[in-house]
Structures are given as structure tokens and as C-alpha cells.
């Protein structure tokens, strides 16, 4: 077996993904795109390396000349690794552009120059692709012959219908995600240690399950008792104690695709606020699979769970979803494509993944339930196979409050 | 305890910094900061969230008034969690700025308008620090009479510089570098799959050691074989051979803050050109801690290693080290300040914390050594106390070289 068969898609994937980009572009009437964003160039080219702490550019022409990927020097045997480009599609750039006052996008600007690209209509990532409005004011000053465009989250949304094979690799996602997810549930208990558990679930998010190894994973968020009023929180020193609810929600990473899951523990007896809360939401995601559906709008799946919960007085002020897949550390694993909240009148379709999340954070306490679906044209399928109830733990078993 | 007490740093430390930054600030004629990397969010507030997939900024006014920070709305309680800030010095967003075409950067530009700053002289985060070009194009456009100048990584030239306590929270988060970097190191072993160990090191960052949990992990590095020419690799799917080196680069996080360390492991005896290596890479650090002192230039110590190291035939074009400190993943550990390369002509001083990064990467094979160091006006202090030799592991039992 030679390395790049490590490479986690056939050619043709890579080239079908090129060929949509292109297309899109074209409509647009765009010469040439300047990715920036590392989930961007990593479906385009298969290129995976946490070395996106420094300028990377995928230069796409949209003629069909090859794209040329611009890479620190010493990350250009891992392009040869984990991409099938040709080595002269690689450019490497020396670490003067790291080290000191030159920009590495002046580099990529002589390379547009150096190609004859520089009079053409160029799409750059304007928003929340890596690309600083340094980076823009250099391009603009390098290149004054080019007509820039915000590329408008093009690759994004080309990237919000996945193919059959990255299904597949989100559903070998959603069996890790599974298998960490028990591992959590198993582990928590009256006075075991926050970071303990957290170490547990790193572990098997990593390890994995049935021969299918994770890569690296976005911190899971984790918190118990009054914490569970927020999102986005970390274990603590702490150690879990009788009466208190934690949320977990986690995401394993297949060759880098994420599948988002949420689950909440409640040690010893739920008040029967507790329990009612959690009815409420199983209600609203009943509501909301209901709508998620092809032929929807993104809203349409807000209005069912808003009209489902509403009645049991529970009030999410934020959206209940959104786009997941290709996921990098600089922007977690959240697409910025389609969200399920008032407005997004998108309209889902097959082959979407969403990671409905379902979680709600009141004044004092929180619930999380969450999990990836693939749109269909019926019935939504899940990534996960883990019953969705309430888990109640006593004396270190867990039962699940509906046995 | 009350659940604040989980703020890292006394009051005194984050007032102390910020003095430090409206110094600085006021000394280049600022009025006006608005941050935007999570890092010096954190650095001046403490605020402690992986949510930095949307718009955060913190403004901080010259003058003395109170700095604010804007959040998304779901993540007002973090805010609260783990910052002293009063309640009305954090702001939350709604989620119409993050899934419709309003961006928060205008909410942004209402809370400067409300608070009458809008005519000030106000520094971005032009290059690197989570701040788009459409971000800039808002503020310019929302706030006509501002005057508007690169913050010029003005925080992190603050954050270069370590307090004592920062230094203790290093020396802790070195502490578990060093365990993780051990069971690492016994876990390699003919025919052990590579994510098995990765698992293993992921669970020894995060539950650390001797009581010191560590916080959420920046991904380990992990090369073997002919992968070990390159440096910025994840594991693969494969097992350990007999007969090839592996390459393993990790930095536990104590409460954010990242102390990188690296070693090699030689799985059979190394060939004689390979122990070569070793021994040239063991003089180079010699020659670089030589210098690795206040007083002396960056550049000095890339010059010792290289004079030290040439004559042995390595040649390692890349910077040999950088600042290091806190760390989100956004953009890894790395501070972008002081870099040890030719051309950075900065004095190193006491309390700096430097990654001595010296890896060295060939065409067919690579070696890694690194180390995190605070800088003295004597010998510089390593937060590691492992041995610096090469691993070499037969049967599985690691073995080190010189013994």
C-alpha cells in the first residue's frame, strides 16, 4: 500500500467536487477563485494538515487549468501525502513569509502573475475563510488589474450537498460519535472527576470503534448542574455530584467530517420540572424530524418545533440546526450554509446533512439533545443509533428514564 | 466555591494586563481597541469558550471606561462563567446575526455608536485575529467619522512577556506535557496502531497529572516512517514497523496556555546515519540554549544552531523556535511575535516563554526534538524535565539511547 492511498476519496470524487465548483463559478462569471479556508482546500484536494495557522491558498481556475495549491515550505510533503496533486501544483513558500514583514499573500499574488491571471474577475473568501483584511489589501495592491469579488460562501454551499461516499464517511462518523456518547453516559457518576470523563471520551473519539479510527475532534462541551445554562462550556476541576443534570454534546470526525450529538445525563431522580422539560423537547424533535424532510424550508423545521414546544413553555430564541460535514478547529465543524431558524428560506434538499440540535439553556439549567440527520425525501436518517431519551443514572448505572 | 472561582487568575492579574495593553495602546495614539481574537479576549478577560466560530469582540477604550464584550446571545452565560466582568459589560448578539444576512459586526458598530466612541481612533486586528475583510468593510462603513489603524499585534507583543503566575500555569501545563509525552512514548510498540497511542495521548492531556487537569488539546503531531518527513501530520490508520522512527510534537493545555514538546522514538536499532542525526540535532540545542537567554537577538539562536549543526550536514531552513503561550485553536499555540529565524532581530527578555522547535525534516525521514523554555538572564528554564535523548524502543520496551 503506498501512502496516498491514506488519501480518504478516489480521484473521481475530487474531480467531481472541482467540476461543481467550477460550474458554480462560471454562473457567477468568476475567473478564478483564492480559497483561503482550510475545509475549502481540503474537499477540492484532499490537502489535511493543521498547519492552517499560517496563509494557505487553493488558486482554482475556472478555465479547467490545473489549481495550484500555495503552501509553507515545510508543509509541502504533507500536500504530496494527502492530496493526488502533481508536485508542480504544489508551491511551497520560504519562511521569510512567516518570520518576518512579508505577507505569504504577496507570494500568492506572485504566483497569480507569474500564471497571467492577474487581469481576471477573482473570488476571495471575504468572511470567515482565514483571509484578513491585510491579505485583501495586499491581493488588491499586487494585482491592480483584477476585479475581486467575495466569493459569497460559494464552496460552501456546493459543499452543503454531500455525496453518496461522504455519507457514507459521515455515517462511520455517527457510529464513533455513538460509541464515545456511551462511553460518556457509562462514565459519569457521583463524584467521578469532569476532566476524567472528558479524557474518556477524547480517548474513544480518537480510537474510535469497529476498526474505524476518529481524526481529531472539536472539544466536546460538556456541563453539569447550574453550568447547563450554557452552550459552549469545558469540563471543570469539578466532580459530579446527586441531583444535578450534565449536558454533553460531542462530535466525532471521520477523515475530518463531523457528526454532531447531544445527550443529557441526570444524576439520581429528576424533579418533575426536569422530567416535563425533557418531554417538551422529545415533542419539539418529534415536530421538527416531521419538517425535515426535502421540499421544506430550513424555517419551516423552527416553526414545528417553536409551535410544538411553545405550548409546554419552552422558548429557544436560537436557531435549532444547521449544515455539518468537512469540519477544521478555526470554525468548528458548523457549516455557514443552512440553518433551521426564522428566515433561512432555504429549501432542503437530499444529500444536506444537519445536525439538528435540539438543546436548551434556561436561566439556572440546561437540557441537550442533538444528532445528524441526511435529508431525504422522507424520513430523515440518522447518523446515530443511540436511543435519544433522558439517561438516569443511579449508583453509576444508567437506566433510561423511559424503562 | 462559587463557580467563579474557577476563573484561572486573580482580578489583580487581568487588571494588570489590561493597564499593560492601554499603555501600549496609548503610547501609539489609540483610543479605541476592538479585538477580535479569542486569545486576547481571553488574555484580558478570561472569557473561555469555543465559540469563536462566530463574531466576539471585546472593546476596550484607552481612556479607562470598562471594557465591553459582545457575544453571540447563547453565550452571554459563558461570559458570565468564566470572566469577572460586570453584567453590563457583556453583550449578547441575537441569532439574526448569525443566520441571516445581518452581520454581527454591525452590532458591533451600534455598541461603539452607543457609547459615543464612534469618532475615535480605533485599532482592528487587521492580519490573523479571527477579523474578515467584510468585518472591516462594515466598521468603515457604519462608523464614517472613526479613524481606523492595525492593531499591529499589539496584545500579543503585551502577552509575550509572562507574568509569574502565567508562568506557574506553563510549568503545570509542562508537567502534563511531559506525562503525556511518556505514555506516548511506552505505548509505541511494533504492531500498536497508530490511533491507539494517539488516544492515549489525547486522555493523557486532558486528564493530566498530579491533580493538574489539562484543557482542551491543540491536535498532536504524529508521524512514522516516511511520513516523518513532514511536520504538521496527523496518525494514520497504520501500525508501527520495526526499523522506523516516529516523530510525536504535543502540547498539553493548563487553562489555555500550551507548552509544545517533541521526541522521536526509534522503534530496532537505528542506523548509524540516523544516530548522526541525532547527535547533530543534541549538539544544535546545546549551541541554541547557548543563547537562549535575555539579552541576546531571535536571531542568535538560529545562528548557534546552525553554525553547530551545518558542519554535521543538517540543514534546517525553517525558524527554529517561537513565542509560545495562549493558545485557542483557531490559530495553534504559535505567537505570532518573536520568531528564532534570520531577520528577527528582537532581544529575547525575562519571562518570555519560547517553543525551541528543532525538528528537522529530510526528503525520505525526519527527527524531532523541541522543548518550551522560559527566558532568564541565565540558563533558560524548560518547563520539561524529560530526558532529551532519543527513544529507542525494542520489544516494546522503550530504551534510550545513551543508556
Known amino acids: 500500500m503506498s501512502e496516498r492511498d491514506q488519501v480518504p476519496f478516489p480521484a473521481t470524487e475530487y474531480s467531481d ?8 463559478a462560471d454562473d457567477r462569471g468568476l475567473d478564478l477563485l483564492v480559497l483561503t479556508d482550510p475545509k475549502n482546500i481540503c474537499y477540492l484536494t484532499g490537502y489535511d494538515t493543521y498547519a492552517f495557522y499560517v496563509t494557505q491558498a487553493l488558486l482554482v481556475p475556472v478555465s479547467g487549468e490545473q489549481p495550484r495549491l500555495i ?38 499574488a506572485d504566483v497569480i502573475k507569474a500564471n497571467g491571471w492577474h487581469h481576471l474577475r477573482i ?13 485583501m489589501r495586499i491581493l488588491e495592491h499586487e494585482l491592480p ?19 453518496t461516499r461522504e455519507l457514507a464517511v459521515m455515517c462511520e462518523a455517527g457510529k464513533i460519535s455513538d460509541h464515545a456518547m456511551s462511553v460518556a453516559l457509562e462514565a459519569i457518576a457521583p463524584g467521578v472527576a469532569e476532566p476524567a470523563v472528558a479524557a474518556a471520551i477524547y480517548a474513544a473519539l480518537v480510537e474510535g470503534v469497529d476498526g474505524l479510527a476518529g481524526s481529531s475532534p472539536w472539544q466536546p462541551y ?7 445554562n450554557s452552550p459552549h462550556c469545558r469540563w471543570t476541576d469539578r466532580r459530579y455530584r446527586v ?15 463531523a457528526a454532531g450529538l447531544s445527550r443529557t445525563v441526570f444524576l439520581g431522580d429528576p ?5 416535563a422539560l425533557d418531554k417538551a423537547v422529545q415533542r419539539g424533535m418529534a415536530a421538527a424530524l416531521d419538517k425535515l424532510k426535502a421540499g421544506y424550508r430550513a424555517e419551516d423545521v423552527k416553526q414545528a418545533w417553536q409551535l410544538a414546544t411553545t405550548a409546554r413553555g419552552v422558548e429557544k430564541g436560537s436557531r435549532i440546526g444547521y449544515s455539518i460535514g468537512l469540519s477544521f478547529p478555526d470554525t468548528c465543524w458548523v457549516e455557514r450554509t443552512v440553518s433551521l431558524a426564522a428566515g433561512d428560506r432555504t429549501v432542503l434538499q437530499p444529500h444536506m446533512t444537519i445536525h439538528l440540535m435540539l438543546a436548551v439553556w434556561l436561566d439556572k439549567i440546561g437540557h441537550s439533545l442533538s444528532e445528524t440527520f441526511i435529508i431525504t425525501e422522507g424520513e430523515p436518517e440518522s447518523v446515530s443509533s443511540l436511543p435519544r431519551q433522558l439517561t438516569v443514572t443511579h449508583t453509576g448505572q444508567p437506566h433510561r428514564a423511559g424503562e
Open 243 to 257: 441531583g444535578e443534570p450534565t449536558m454533553i454534546e460531542l462530535g466525532a470526525h471521520r477523515h475530518n467530517y
Open 17 to 24: 467536487r472541482l467540476d461543481r465548483v467550477r460550474k458554480a
Open 71 to 108: 503552501v509553507r515550505g515545510i508543509d509541502v510533503t504533507a500536500a504530496q501525502w494527502t492530496t493526488r496533486l502533481s508536485d508542480d501544483q504544489i508551491l511551497g513558500y520560504g519562511d521569510e513569509f512567516v518570520v518576518q514583514d512579508a505577507h505569504p499573500m504577496a507570494f500568492v
Open 145 to 163: 488589474d483584477a476585479r475581486f469579488a467575495d466569493s459569497r460562501r460559494l464552496v460552501e454551499w456546493v459543499r452543503c450537498i454531500k455525496s
Open 222 to 228: 460538556m456541563a453539569a448542574g447550574q453550568r447547563t
Open 271 to 275: 424533579p418533575d420540572a426536569y422530567r
Open 123 to 135: 473570488a476571495v473568501e471575504c468572511d470567515g475563510g482565514s483571509f484578513s483584511p491585510l491579505a
